[in-house]
C-alpha cells in the first residue's frame, strides 16, 4: 500500500457521507423557508462540510498513531481506526499535511462566506475549525465535554452554519433540526467508543464509556437516540416541522431493536458489531429521510 493510499484510508471516506447529510439538512430547511438558495453556495457548503469531516477524521488518525493508540486498539469496521498507518508508518506526516491542508480549504471557503454573511458566519466558523483542532488532543479527556462536542460539530455549528453561509433564516424549524443531529451525531460516537474503552484508557482518555462503564453507557445510547425521535414527533406536532418530516421516523423500529439489544451484546463482539453496523444504517437512514421530509 502507497503512502498516497494511506492518507486516503486515513480520512476513512466509508464515513464522509455524514458531513454532506448533515449539511444537506441545512440545505433543506432553507428549501422549506421558500428561499432556494444559490447552487454554487450550495455545492461549496457541502463542500466544506466534507472537508471538515476529513479534516478531523485525519488529525484523529495522527494523534491515535502519534500516541501509541493504533497499536493498542482492536479494530472494528465501525471503531478503532483505519488501521492505515500502523501499516505504513512513513506515511504519518504526509496524513498531517493533509490534515492541515483539508483545513485549509475549509478555512478559506469560511472567510467567502464571512465575506458574504458577515459576524454570525464567523461565530460557527471559529467554533468549528477550534472543534477540529482540539477534539483528538484535548476534548477526549472531559467525559461531557467529549460526549457533546461531536455532536455540537455535526448538530448545531454544521447545519446551522450552513443556513447562515446560504442566507436563510435561523427559525425553530433550524434549531429543531440541529438539535435532532446533535443527539443522533454524539449518540454515534458514544456506541462508536464501547469497543475501544480499553485502549483509550491506557493513553489518557476519559470518555463516559470509561467513566461511567459499559452498561451505564449503554443506557446512554439509548436514551440519546430514542430522544432524537422523541424531539421530531413533538417538534411536528407543535409545528415547528412539517409533517412530511414524519418520514424520517421510518427507522425508529431498528432504532428500538438496537437500544434493546445493546445491553446484552457488550460481552460479545460479533453480536456487537452488528449493532454498530445497523446504528450507523438508522443514523444515515434518519438524516436522509429528514432531508427529503423538509424537501417536499
Given at each position: 500500500m502507497s503512502e498516497t493510499v494511506a492518507v486516503v484510508r486515513a480520512s476513512r471516506p466509508n464515513f464522509l457521507v455524514l458531513a454532506p447529510l448533515c449539511a444537506g439538512l441545512g440545505v433543506a430547511v432553507a428549501w422549506n423557508q421558500g428561499?432556494?438558495?444559490?447552487?454554487?453556495?450550495?455545492l461549496l457548503v457541502l463542500i466544506g462540510a466534507l472537508l471538515a469531516h476529513a479534516a478531523v477524521n485525519l488529525l484523529n488518525e495522527y494523534e491515535d498513531f502519534t500516541s501509541g493508540l493504533d497499536l493498542m486498539t482492536r479494530r472494528t469496521p465501525f471503531s478503532g481506526g483505519s488501521g492505515a498507518l500502523p501499516e505504513i508508518p512513513s506515511a504519518a506526516r504526509q496524513v498531517l499535511l493533509a490534515a492541515f491542508g483539508t483545513l485549509g480549504l475549509v478555512i478559506a471557503i469560511g472567510l467567502y462566506f464571512l465575506w458574504?454573511?458577515?459576524?454570525?458566519?464567523?461565530?460557527l466558523g471559529?467554533?468549528?475549525?477550534?472543534?477540529?483542532?482540539?477534539?483528538?488532543?484535548?476534548?477526549?479527556?472531559?467525559p461531557l465535554i467529549c460526549l457533546l462536542a461531536p455532536g455540537l460539530g455535526f448538530g448545531p455549528v454544521m447545519i446551522l452554519g450552513s443556513l447562515i453561509a446560504l442566507g436563510a433564516r435561523l427559525d425553530t424549524t433550524a434549531v429543531t433540526v440541529s438539535v435532532i443531529g446533535l443527539l443522533l451525531v454524539s449518540e454515534l460516537l458514544l456506541i462508536n467508543q464501547i469497543p475501544d474503552a480499553d485502549a483509550d484508557r491506557k493513553v489518557g482518555r476519559r470518555h463516559l464509556v470509561i467513566t461511567l462503564g459499559q452498561p451505564a453507557a449503554a443506557r446512554l445510547v439509548?436514551?440519546?437516540?430514542?430522544?432524537?425521535?422523541?424531539?421530531?414527533?413533538?417538534?411536528?406536532?407543535?409545528?415547528?416541522?412539517?409533517?412530511?418530516?414524519?418520514?424520517?421516523?421510518?427507522?425508529?423500529?431498528?432504532a428500538i431493536w438496537v437500544s434493546v439489544k445493546l445491553p446484552g451484546a457488550l460481552a460479545n463482539p460479533v453480536q456487537l458489531n452488528t449493532l454498530l453496523g445497523i446504528n450507523v444504517a438508522v443514523l444515515l437512514a434518519t438524516l436522509a429521510l429528514l432531508i427529503f421530509g423538509l424537501s417536499l
Open positions: 428561499e432556494p438558495p444559490t447552487l454554487i453556495n450550495t458574504l454573511r458577515g459576524l454570525p458566519m464567523l461565530v471559529a467554533a468549528g475549525v477550534a472543534l477540529v483542532l482540539t477534539y483528538t488532543r484535548w476534548i477526549t479527556r472531559s439509548a436514551l440519546l437516540l430514542l430522544s432524537s425521535y422523541g424531539l421530531l414527533e413533538a417538534a411536528v406536532w407543535i409545528g415547528w416541522l412539517p409533517v412530511s418530516a414524519t418520514l424520517a421516523l421510518a427507522p425508529l423500529p431498528a
